[in-house]
């Protein structure tokens, strides 16, 4: 029976980050148009509503809390006395990465990782709370982008004058915690399944780059494996929530998905000619045979068209009206409006934008080739120069330790004539990926997906296999510390940008005298400033794709 109140008496600890989102979204609004705390701040809104419902959410659940913590003992006194050493080991490790996580989160976002973040993550939020308005801010072109987890996130990070980027931690837990749901589910509730998938996410160094900075790749991935797990508690409501603020989340989501849909279900229908009947979600025996309805998917598919409306819909009509399209940067003047000016020089700019954001996808990798193709699966989990590769970071050696069963484990699938709708998921992801931006900040779905799917029947690893996990966490530990023990004990003005401390500096002559003006700058990653800004676009010194000219 579905649960409609999606904030009843069972709602689960680990989706309280979606419970960040949506109160941060409605707070934001809120905030806009009818707090105006001004200087492009908000008020603590969002952080008391949140934290009144955490704090009742576990109060109500401490029995459950205490029940799975002395479940999570009794098992491990049960296990040889190998994989206790190894279980000690890797939490151990991943203890001391958490403290790293935890130290770097609180200082204020400055890194090259979190470019995004200062350019407009942070900046077009804050731009628009000074402005009161949501009317597209000229200059910027990512202010077409759709940027609802931006705006619901925005309440949290904006609450002082130097962004706080903390909340991402619940953003980390979350995702470890949903996917060990899924791994529970699947695996019929296995202690070593479930503390396999924590170590292989811990262990992956894509994840490690992006957990102590201000970067959305987590958020994302968390959204897409919440929702799978709201959808097989039949929390349908919830479910579309999740899925609704992850397809928004970028451009490209919503095609893809619907591609991969579309895929999908065309496959389906040719594996029925092959008499493949049974379906289930991952490759452990358990899940087949326990597959979801069609009316169940009918219901999230509604959901999801109402979710849609009023979490991408703002920013849908934004895009539509200013550019012509509904998901700028793809098909500028699809539409063709009269209030559209297409000799202007800001439309030219807009086009010339758009063609530049795409070329972005050849900008990683080495090619599609099938030759590449098959290299690719290497180079992924490698650094090639430094700690990067042509595909940006390398995503570990947990991939490479899942990746060869996880393709033997889908090969003998389809020859027991059995489906495994996860599986093929990854698969098809991962091939509108390789026709995409080949960037590997991309892969954290299918990568975290083939973890669910294969930890369930990992029951009993070998002990080569047990110090490969244990190698991998020491290797991202030492990643972690490497990029950011300079600056865990550093003062917050000491690890800014020097334009950042220019803009620190430029606030306070801002609230001095009491000006309005609009400040003229040129360089587009503003998220310190407390004033309006426009951004110099001119053509011998273009910013483009970032700044329009206007």
Known sequence: MESKNIFGKNFLISHLPTVILIIGYVSYWVELYFIKRGKGLTSALAYILFASFSILVLFTKRKQIFQFLLWFVREYKKQEKFIKYFLVVSFSVIFLIG????????QPPHLCQEFDALNYHLSLPRQHLILNSFRHIKWSSADLFPLPIQFALAPYWLVNGIP????????????MAVSVNLVKRFSKNNFLSLCIIAIAI???????????VLMLGIVNCYLFIASIDSFLKKRYLLSAIEFSFFIWSKSFRAPQMILILIAILLLNYFFKKFRIKKASWSFAKSTYNN???????????????????????????????????????FFPGLMDFSHINQSSTHWQSILTSSQL????????????TLLDFLKHFWILAVPEKGVMNRYDYPLGLPYLLFLGPFIYFMIESFKDK???????????????????????????????????????IIKKPSKIFMGALIAALLFNFISVFRSHHNDLVAPA??????????????????FRDKSDEVIILDY????????????????ENSLLPWVLEY
Do not use: C
């Open 99 to 106: 403290i790293v996580v935890f130290f770097a989160l609180l």
């Open 164 to 175: 706080v980027k903390f909340i991402q931690i619940f953003f980390i837990f979350g995702l």
């Open 202 to 212: 811990f262990g992956s160094h894509n994840v490690g780059i992006q957990m102590p």
């Open 291 to 329: 597959f979801i309805s069609k009316k169940a998917f009918k219901k999230v598919a509604l959901y999801t068209f109402f979710a849609t409306i009023v979490i991408g819909g703002p920013f849908i009509l934004k895009s539509l009206y200013y550019t012509g399209t509904p998901l700028f940067p």
């Open 357 to 368: 954001h795409l070329s972005t996808k050849d900008a990683y990798g080495s090619g599609r």
């Open 418 to 456: 059995k489906l495994s709708i996860l599986s093929l998921f990854i698969v098809i992801y991962w091939f509108t990926w390789w026709f995409g931006s080949q960037q590997a900040r991309f892969l954290y779905i299918p990568l975290v997906l083939m973890f669910i799917v294969m930890a369930p």
């Open 493 to 510: 003005g000491k690890v800014l940008r020097e334009k950042d401390r220019q803009i620190l500096q430029t606030n306070k002559k801002y």
């Open 524 to 539: 587009f990653d503003v998220a310190y400033a407390q004033f309006p800004v426009k951004v110099k676009s001119e053509k």
